[in-house]
């Protein structure tokens, strides 16, 4: 919801020229960063959360003018355009967050007609106005004659592609496991590089705190923060939660925290307006021994998949390009190893009680190719006997520059996260339709249909705009394009976590595949899908994914202070 689709109808029925900036000019002034600061941190929250959305929606509503909030539940019911309205959303809410931190003290008179009508308007009514009023910055003018992206305007696409790699929904407890997994596990077998040290105890020097002493602090804060969305505290004490020594404590919060000055810096140093960086990296605001959760998705990024960036960075001062070159190759080889755990969870057994499951190796065995020429092999697939899934994990992130908006990094990104990935799978596709197969084949027959799935370690944001991008560079290459070959599927780790539930729920992965590839969604991610049509549906976990989720919380159960179940089920964000 836009201030401009019920402040500006308002002012326009009373003969006045609505203009953003002058109400933004009064309101900036009505309460101090600070206060405004910490209430977008309470909205955030309550953000993806329908009914917290509603009570708050009804707080405002309840508190304006009858003129005005016939014309607010118009706008929510949609009447600008017939769709309805999403009160509060989370990415409005942080560019009124750096709009709040980084705007200069005016210099000028407000104007007094707008602060008059503000009068004693409270903190809460105050920032939701803001981020209404920020909301309107993102609707731009297009031009009819711009560049295309994947069949749309180019800067309506950008806005499209940044908005859902800030939205795109995460699992809590899954990301926990994973990291959990990872860490552990994964970097313990990883054979691809001769590392130093074993990724955890790499951690721990980049860092100076183990994996649990990472986890533990975000975890107390997470659950003190979402106690109840909509009456729970919003500063949450920084050190009694844990049972770690202060030293401990001091060094998470020296990672993942800033205080209200060195934030605001931060953030003013972002010329555009999608980057968001200093939240991202230090989520946490620090108000003396008290912390304030900025954003929860950015939280657990940045404790979850964000590990990787320290051990990076430390490498890189210790030993050079070569060694954080290594490690990106062994941490891209830990993300294949937890994926294939994944992948086998989803493979049928046979009558003889083997695997349907085939790796890389197996392929280049049966089609050793031509000497001199490399093959291009998928890394793993699984033969469901008239269909065929074929698989090509990738480790590649959406880098600051995609996240900011820049469409031309995005676009190389894409090639690199997606695009090229299709040519292993392609391949793969056309040896495996080949009649007769040779002997060593992993598939009994030649493949009736051939299900390509590109595997995302560090997600990727599919949609329309994208998924449209992406076909049509498919087309181009000639890749993927054969009659018994069906659509490109894209998905996450957590995606791939949820077919390895169904799977065990009696659901084969290829019709999982086609349902959503058939369905009105199919342009968009396989979560999409998935919500509308096993919405609320309870899927149990892998066995060894609950087992990782069980070790790790408790490990963190021995450092939390908090009486909290911390063997509840974390819920979805």
């Avoid at 836009?2 to 009505?30: H, I, M, N, S």
């Avoid at 979402?226 to 202060?246: D, I, K, W």
Wanted: glycine share 6%.
């Amino acid at each position: 919801m836009t201030a401009r689709e019920y402040l500006g109808e308002f002012e326009k029925l009373r003969g006045d020229q609505f203009d953003p900036d002058v109400w933004l000019d009064a309101l900036l002034r009505k309460h101090p960063r600070e206060a405004y600061v910490e209430m977008l941190a309470f909205l955030n929250r309550a953000a993806p959360f329908k009914e917290a959305v509603l009570a708050i929606q009804q707080r405002f509503l309840a508190g304006l003018g009858t003129g005005l909030r016939t014309l607010a539940k118009a706008a929510l019911a949609g009447a600008k355009d017939g769709q309805p309205r999403w009160f509060i959303a989370r990415q409005p809410t942080l560019r009124a967050m750096r709009l709040v931190l980084t705007s200069p003290v005016p210099q000028d008179e407000p104007d007094s007609r707008v602060v008059s009508f503000l009068g004693n308007v409270d903190l809460e009514t105050a920032s939701i106005l803001l981020v209404h009023l920020v909301a309107d910055t993102l609707e731009r003018e297009r031009s009819e004659h711009e560049a295309k992206f994947g069949g749309m305007g180019e800067s309506l696409a950008k806005e499209v592609v940044c908005n859902q790699i800030f939205n795109e929904p995460k699992d809590v407890g899954s990301a926990i496991s994973r990291t959990w997994s990872l860490w552990t596990h994964h970097g313990a077998i990883q054979k691809r590089e001769n590392l130093p040290a074993a990724p955890v105890d790499l951690l721990a020097a980049a860092t100076g705190l183990d994996l649990v002493e990472i986890l533990a602090p975000a975890f107390a804060y997470w659950l003190k923060t979402t106690e109840t969305r909509l009456v729970g505290p919003v500063r949450v004490a920084a050190f009694p939660l844990l049972t770690l020594p202060n030293e401990k404590v001091e060094k998470f919060l020296a990672l993942y925290s800033a205080t209200l000055d060195d934030l605001a810096a931060a953030l003013a140093a972002c010329d555009q307006p999608w980057q968001m960086l200093p939240l991202q990296t230090t989520p946490l605001l620090r108000v003396g021994d008290t912390v304030v959760v900025l954003d929860e998705p950015f939280l657990w990024e940045a404790v979850t998949s964000g590990l990787y960036w320290p051990v990076q960075e430390h490498l890189r001062a210790t030993g050079g390009d070569k060694a954080w070159q290594a490690w990106s190759r062994a941490y891209a080889e830990m993300i294949e190893l937890l994926a294939e755990d994944l992948i086998k969870e989803v493979a049928p057994l046979l009558l003889d009680g083997s695997s349907s499951f085939f790796t890389e190796d197996d392929i280049k065995a049966a089609f050793p190719g031509k000497k001199g020429v490399t093959p291009l092999n998928c890394d793993m697939g699984i033969d469901f006997g008239n269909s065929v899934v074929l698989l090509e994990i990738v480790n590649k992130p959406m880098a600051l520059a995609d996240r900011s908006g820049d469409l031309a990094k995005f676009k190389v990104d894409t090639e690199k996260a997606v695009v090229e990935k299709t040519k292993q799978l392609d391949g793969t596709a056309k040896l495996l339709l080949q009649s007769p197969q040779p002997a060593g084949s992993p598939l009994a027959k030649p493949a009736e249909k051939v299900y390509p799935v590109v595997v995302c370690g560090n997600g990727f944001p599919l949609n329309p705009v994208t998924r449209n991008h992406v076909e049509e560079r498919l087309k181009a290459e000639g890749w993927l394009q054969q009659s018994n070959v069906q659509p490109l599927a894209v998905v996450d780790l957590d995606e791939l976590e949820t077919c390895a539930s169904l799977a065990k729920a009696g659901e084969l992965l290829p019709d999982v595949l086609s349902s959503w590839l058939n369905s009105p969604f199919r342009k968009g991610s396989l979560t999409v899908h998935m919500v509308n049509t096993h919405g609320g549906r309870s899927l149990k976990r892998p066995a060894h994914v609950r087992a990782d989720m069980d070790g790790a919380f408790e490990a963190i159960h021995l450092v939390l202070n908090i009486q909290d179940d911390p063997h509840s089920e974390p819920e979805a964000d």
